[in-house]
């Protein structure tokens, strides 16, 4: 188990210091983590959401115009303009949907499968100097207790949009 000093462990472990508060905690690696992401995703028309439309359709198979955006929170003319960006930069294609000729299909292009495989890649590449401290063995387990934490928070109080919560605590002055 990687850790840092032997009087900063002391001070979290009496809960005397900054350190030794969740909220801190999570804001501090929130922070990290968004501003690491942006970086990521500074190429990709619309950052994380672009990213999010790009990695549905690849994984889940072409979708409606109108189902994308109630599935990632988008208001439907915020991905309008977003699929013209994406579509723009060759990376999604809208094509007349077969079983209604008023809807559209968001499909991904080959060059936006490549792309979104070159995005995770520099994704995990952030994720890594994250969560640099942990071993691969610390890295799982708080990925699994992370995960069982934010399913319960989501339930109580669920989240509709990722990039919502994003935008309200990273400032671009700050990246």
Not at 14 to 36: C, H, I, N, P, Q
Not at 44 to 55: E, I, S, T
Not at 142 to 170: G, K, S, Y
């Amino acid at each position: 188990m990687t850790s840092s000093s032997p009087e900063v462990n002391a001070r979290v472990a009496r809960g005397t210091s900054v350190e030794a508060d969740l909220g801190w905690a999570l804001g501090v690696v929130f922070r990290r983590y968004a501003k690491a992401a942006a970086d990521a995703l500074n190429d990709v028309p619309g950052g994380p959401r672009g990213y999010q439309v790009l990695a549905t359709t690849v994984s889940e198979g072409p979708k409606r115009q109108l189902d994308l955006a109630a599935q990632l929170g988008v208001d439907r003319t915020v991905m309008t303009y977003l699929l013209d960006d994406l579509e723009k930069t060759g990376l999604v294609q809208r094509q007349a949907d077969p079983t209604d000729r008023r809807a559209r299909l968001i499909v991904p292009t080959d060059l936006g499968k490549k792309t979104l495989c070159d995005l995770e890649r520099r994704l995990a590449e952030r994720e890594d100097s994250v969560m640099g401290s942990l071993d691969d063995g610390e890295r799982m387990i708080f990925r699994m207790l992370l995960q069982r934490i934010a399913v319960q928070a989501d339930q109580i109080d669920p989240l509709h949009n990722a990039c919502v919560l994003a935008d309200e605590n990273v400032d671009p002055a700050d990246t």
